[in-house]
């Protein structure tokens, strides 16, 4: 989602309650914001929702906003709640349970440093 009218920035008051209520069995995502250097994604999982082992080409960052579960980062288990925050390489595999119902913010890195 681009920034609006040239504006220079954006801004969401809750995050959180952009996902809305989730359903049972169901993980619904929205993305938040897309531009040339990063591409930010707002997840909403049910209790006992997975995503199964997966990687990434770009570094991505987890941030947890509510909810409790657990991330397998590269072999390894971490419980996880509000506040909690994974930066991870690429290609790192990786896990996301869901506990509780959970609101995940998923930012993809998409620039690279200069080498």
Do not use: C
Request: proline fraction near 9%.
């Amino acid at each position: 989602m681009p920034i609006p009218n040239g504006v220079p920035f954006l801004f969401h008051p809750d995050l959180a309650a952009l996902v809305g209520e989730i359903q049972s069995d169901s993980i619904v995502s929205r993305q938040v914001h897309a531009d040339d250097l990063v591409k930010v994604t707002l997840f909403g999982f049910a209790a006992g929702q997975e995503l199964s082992e997966h990687t990434a080409s770009k570094p991505a960052i987890l941030q947890v906003l509510a909810g409790e579960g657990t991330f397998g980062l590269g072999g390894e288990v971490m419980e996880v709640g509000p506040g909690s925050f994974a930066h991870m390489a690429p290609h790192l595999p990786h896990t996301v349970t869901a506990r509780t119902p959970l609101v995940l913010l998923l930012t993809m890195i998409k620039a690279t440093r200069p080498a």
